[in-house]
């Protein structure tokens, strides 16, 4: 097998099938896949078992993505690995692109599609994910039309909705953070692969369709906000040297103030709070990860700071 196609799975089993349907029509690969289900409570383990050739793992309840993702990939026996979300769609030779990208160097880590809104193919959803100043993870390209970024580039991170890792560089630097549960999960793997030298890269000629937020619903309820927001803390703290905190602490707090301000236009202020207090109560049971080069570092500072002023500023 050349690659492993790995799909977290919670309910949503139409959206599921929709998925394995455009899967079959992957050509030029060969490809294993395995669908960690987490406790759904729909026809999803039916609709699985009606495909042949798939791995299912059955977990009782939703461990979450992360830990879903790493139960996969601790399976595999490929050197790459596809995540799909359940609620994407993938164009036919997606898969064949993705990995011959990922295969011209050793130094690439995640190659991330051009993510499409299912709903309104005239506009993206994602065209590789960035980090700024502000500690902000930001979709490129949401909601702008899709004749944009059609340019292949390295990026912060790969969005894990429809992308392809190494799995032997994922090994090396550790799997998917399984405290982060869900949200900003694919951010902190990709920063981690930066601090080791690794990159992550965008090419628009691999497309998924994606219908967004199809577990939670909303792209803004209680649970997102709150997650994100503990997350987001727990990606600064993990992966920036104290050094970095401090040079960076005024932005940091800033973006907080802005995110809180936003978050209160949407009545939704009590739960960002709450996730930045659970964020930082908790931050004794998050290992940091700060042993990388310095030059490594002050690469990621410069694309932070580009960043703020490409899509914030």
């Known amino acids: 097998m050349d690659l492993t196609i790995i799909i977290p799975n919670y309910n949503n089993s139409n959206l599921l099938k929709e998925l394995l349907e455009s899967i079959q029509k992957i050509i030029n690969v060969k490809y294993h896949i395995i669908i960690v289900d987490n406790g759904s409570t729909d026809n999803s383990i039916?609709?699985?078992?009606?495909?042949?050739n798939i791995n299912l793992i059955k977990n009782?309840?939703?461990?979450?993505?992360?830990?879903a993702v790493n139960q996969a990939i601790k399976e595999t026996k490929t050197d790459y690995v596809l995540l799909l979300n359940n609620d994407v769609v993938i164009k036919e030779d997606t898969a064949e692109i993705l990995l011959k990208t990922i295969k011209e160097d050793p130094n690439i880590f995640a190659v991330s599609s051009k993510i499409i809104q299912y709903h309104n193919r005239n506009l993206l959803d994602d065209a590789g994910d960035e980090?700024?100043?502000l500690g902000w993870s930001k979709r490129?390209?949401?909601n702008q039309n899709i004749e944009k970024y059609n340019t292949f580039r390295e990026i912060f991170s790969a969005c894990a909705a429809a992308s392809i890792y190494n799995k032997n560089i994922l090994c090396q630097i550790g799997l998917f953070d399984e405290k982060f549960f869900a949200y900003v999960e694919d951010m902190d793997v990709c920063f981690r692969a930066k601090i080791n030298g690794y990159k992550c890269?965008?090419?628009?000629?691999?497309?998924?369709?994606?219908?967004?937020?199809?577990?939670?619903k909303s792209r803004y309820n209680p649970f997102k906000v709150k997650i994100s927001a503990r997350n987001n803390i727990y990606l600064i703290y993990k992966n920036m040297p104290y050094w970095m905190i401090i040079i960076n602490i005024i932005f940091i707090i800033l973006g907080i103030?802005?995110?809180?301000?936003?978050?209160?236009?949407?009545?939704?202020?009590k739960y960002y709070i709450a996730g930045i207090k659970e964020g930082l109560k908790t931050l004794h049971t998050i290992k940091r990860n700060t042993n990388g080069k310095l030059k490594n570092y002050i690469s990621i500072e410069c694309q932070m700071i580009k960043n703020t002023f490409t899509y914030v500023l």
């Open 46 to 52: 039916q609709t699985i078992q009606k495909y042949p």
């Open 60 to 67: 009782k309840e939703n461990k979450g993505f992360a830990y």
């Open 131 to 133: 980090y700024n100043l």
């Open 140 to 142: 490129t390209g949401y």
């Open 201 to 216: 890269l965008y090419n628009p000629n691999a497309i998924a369709y994606h219908h967004g937020s199809a577990t939670t």
């Open 257 to 269: 103030i802005i995110k809180l301000i936003f978050f209160t236009t949407k009545k939704q202020q």
